[in-house]
């Protein structure tokens, strides 16, 4: 008797030391270094507010340098035959590599940034990069004194797009004469194809860098250059501080990260698209540095505090398309299905968008 | 379209720093195999040397000590490539692929303490000289690595047309077992053609960290020695046709850039891919004269055969 209450004890003991490591593990999927200062780290900034958050309840994995296309696909189902409950897969190139792997594994629970395919084990989360993209363009719109802003893209796809238009907006709103350049790079991470771009903007009259690429080279190209400014991207880039980097976006991932991975804890996940902006904090404005004038510091403030209460949309009307067709009636705010899918430019950009 | 916000003096002295990287990897990679040794560990040399040069630069303020570090640095690396293929007969196709994911590996670990540290600035080799209108920047606008990219190529190319020591180098990577039978030491030979080639890969990835972006971050050589591994093979193993591919190279790079940002109705992805197809035309029009490959590139040497 005893010795079977012994036992029972034992088994019970084991039966909660093996429930004690039973953990949630959550994997991540990255497009470039930790160390790049830019995209990647503020996601893998949220992986460690993760492991904050939960201590021993959860193990993080994680794969950097993954490129994008058929190589995501193996490094996810890898993480998914690894045991991992929850995946994160941070870039847009990921999305047809996750829903392919999402099919193969009904359990495993997927999240996709940027993109737009959902299953029922597939969730798409976003920022409202563009929100920040007009802060930009306004504090860039009044800086600059040759009227000529470099932007340095990466893939013409929609969010980047979609940030060139709404930094154009604001920047043209306060400065009518204001022109864009704009370079595509062909790459998210590549420091000295980035730093070509920047100089070739510089060279050809640029006194501001927007960049829509992840790594700091583009502003050690313009504080090489000196007299140009530019913003951090993703990252606060705080480095760069106070010239040339004058502000920056910063993507939060981390409360996001938290919730979901508790969600998968609880079993309450559920397939979601979600897209939040300045005002949930997963667009967060940095520091605007004392080089920028009280002018456009104030104006710039104006326009993030309008976004964050709901007073102000950036894509509000009258807006035409490049080619002069009316896209918006005075008033008009873009609906997000337009927004998610933008391919054209606002009028008064030039170039065309590779197609 | 605007073509005048094209610079043309400021188009030609960025496409010089923007080929030096590529050029100095080249021409070290270039010695190595007319000594009959493939390496193919280029990337992994230059990735190290990025950040030992950077490293060394940050830390003693000097980036003279940093350069001399970065080539220090790939030359060391080299050595275990040497070891494998010489001393151990490793396969050195499989020993190159090794040494560029160590030296992957190896610089993110080193360089986890330097990202997003600015290093100290590269002055101007001859100051104020650059400042004379048109010849200024191109000719003495540049950072002294520059001038030492074009002097090694220069070398490179004397030693081996002009010195005996370039004739036995040639031999020993024509047929090694004739150049063996004559008594000379291949396997010494090799050994400092290979750490001459990881010094320069070092010096070509320290030129990328120090001058050209600069600043630290994994992975920012980005494929760079494979483009050198490919240059000289589509330079036919010639150290003028080197430069004239890296420069090739690196102009129309920078020139690509230069159009789409003045607005030139041509597609992006035709621009992009502009460079690669442009260096491989010419360099595969100029190797016509049927240069070939050094006889013994790649094939291991051991006395007793």
């Known amino acids: 008797m005893k010795r079977t209450a012994l036992l029972a004890g034992v088994a019970l003991a084991l039966g909660l030391a093996g429930a004690a490591v039973a953990q949630t593990k959550v994997g991540f999927v990255y497009v470039g270094p930790v160390g790049d200062g830019g995209w990647t780290y503020e996601h893998n900034q949220g992986r460690l507010a993760v492991e904050e958050e939960f201590g021993d309840q959860v193990e993080t994995v994680y794969v950097e340098n993954v490129a994008e296309g058929p190589d995501a696909e193996r490094v996810i189902t890898q993480m998914a035959l690894q045991g991992a409950d929850l995946i994160f897969t941070t870039s847009f190139g990921y999305m047809d590599p996750t829903v392919n792997v999402a099919a193969k594994f009904p359990d495993v629970k997927f999240e996709h940034a940027t993109g737009y395919k959902t299953a029922p084990n597939v969730s798409t989360y976003s920022a409202r990069f563009y929100e920040g993209r007009a802060v930009q363009g306004t504090i860039a719109g009044m800086m600059t004194e040759s009227n000529i802003i470099g932007y340095i893209g990466s893939y013409p796809i929609p969010e980047v797009i979609r940030g060139i238009n709404s930094a154009y907006i604001h920047a043209k709103k306060v400065n009518p004469d204001v022109e864009f350049k704009i370079v595509w790079a062909y790459t998210w991470f590549d420091p000295a194809k980035e730093a070509d771009a920047a100089k070739v903007l510089i060279e050809q009259g640029a006194d501001v860098i927007l960049q829509?690429?992840?790594?700091?080279?583009?502003?050690?190209?313009?504080?090489?250059?000196?007299?140009?400014?530019?913003?951090?991207?993703?990252?606060?880039?705080?480095e760069y501080k106070p010239s040339p980097r004058v502000s920056s976006i910063i993507d939060n991932w981390a409360p996001y990260y938290i919730q979901r991975t508790r969600d998968v804890m609880d079993g309450t996940w559920e397939s979601q698209s979600v897209w939040q902006g300045i005002d949930a904090g997963m667009v967060e404005i940095g520091e605007i540095t004392d080089t920028v004038p009280e002018e456009a510091k104030a104006a710039a403030l104006e326009v993030m505090n309008g976004i964050a209460n709901g007073e102000y949309h950036p894509f509000t009307g009258p807006l035409n398309k490049q080619d002069g067709t009316p896209w918006l009636a005075e008033g008009e705010i873009a609906d997000d299905g337009t927004l998610a899918g933008m391919n054209f430019y606002v009028e008064g950009l030039t170039g065309e968008i590779p197609q | 379209m605007d073509l005048s916000?094209?610079?043309?003096?400021?188009?030609?002295?960025?496409?010089?720093?923007?080929?030096?990287?590529?050029?100095?990897?080249?021409?070290?990679?270039?010695?190595?195999?007319?000594?009959?040794?493939?390496?193919?560990?280029?990337?992994?040399?230059?990735?190290?040397?990025?950040?030992?040069?950077?490293?060394?630069?940050?830390?003693?303020?000097?980036p003279v000590l940093g350069f001399i570090a970065a080539a220090l640095g790939g030359a060391l690396l080299s050595v275990l490539f040497a070891i494998l293929t010489q001393f151990a007969l490793a396969n050195q196709v499989a020993s190159g692929l090794a040494l560029t994911l160590f030296g992957l590996g190896l610089s993110s670990l080193l360089g986890q303490r330097y990202v997003g540290i600015k290093p100290p600035e590269t002055g101007d080799a001859f100051g104020a000289?650059?400042?004379?209108?048109?010849?200024?920047?191109?000719?003495?606008?540049?950072?002294?690595?520059?001038?030492?990219?074009?002097?090694?190529?220069?070398?490179?190319?004397?030693?081996?047309?002009?010195?005996?020591?370039?004739?036995?180098?040639?031999?020993?990577?024509?047929?090694?077992?004739?150049?063996h039978a004559l008594g000379y030491k291949v396997k010494r030979?090799?050994?400092?053609?290979?750490?001459?080639?990881?010094?320069?890969?070092?010096?070509?990835?320290?030129?990328?960290?120090?001058?050209?972006?600069p600043q630290w971050t994994e992975g920012m050589t980005a494929g760079i020695g494979w483009i050198a591994l490919a240059l000289v093979v589509f330079a036919s193993w010639k150290p003028?046709?080197?430069?004239?591919?890296?420069?090739?190279?690196?102009?129309v790079t920078v020139l690509q850039l230069n159009l789409q940002a003045a607005g030139v109705a041509i597609p992006v992805e035709y621009l992009a891919m502009s460079p690669y197809l442009i260096t491989i035309l010419v360099l595969v029009i100029l190797s016509a004269d049927k240069s070939n490959a050094p006889a013994s590139l790649g094939r291991t040497f051991h006395a007793s055969s």
């Open chain 1, 212 to 238: 829509h690429t992840d790594s700091t080279a583009p502003l050690a190209a313009a504080k090489a250059a000196g007299n140009v400014i530019g913003f951090g991207q993703a990252s606060d880039m705080a």
């Open chain 2, 5 to 62: 916000a094209i610079n043309p003096v400021l188009l030609i002295a960025s496409l010089m720093v923007a080929a030096t990287p590529l050029l100095l990897a080249a021409i070290g990679e270039l010695v190595v195999e007319r000594a009959g040794v493939l390496n193919l560990g280029v990337e992994g040399m230059m990735i190290t040397g990025a950040i030992c040069g950077f490293a060394i630069a940050v830390e003693t303020g000097s």
């Open chain 2, 129 to 179: 000289l650059g400042d004379i209108p048109v010849i200024g920047p191109i000719l003495f606008g540049h950072d002294l690595m520059l001038y030492v990219g074009i002097l090694i190529v220069a070398g490179v190319w004397a030693l081996l047309k002009f010195t005996r020591a370039g004739l036995i180098l040639r031999a020993v990577g024509e047929n090694h077992d004739a150049a």
């Open chain 2, 189 to 213: 030979i090799r050994v400092m053609a290979i750490l001459f080639g990881g010094a320069c890969a070092g010096l070509g990835g320290a030129y990328i960290s120090l001058i050209r972006v």
């Open chain 2, 240 to 251: 003028w046709r080197v430069l004239i591919g890296a420069y090739l190279f690196g102009g």
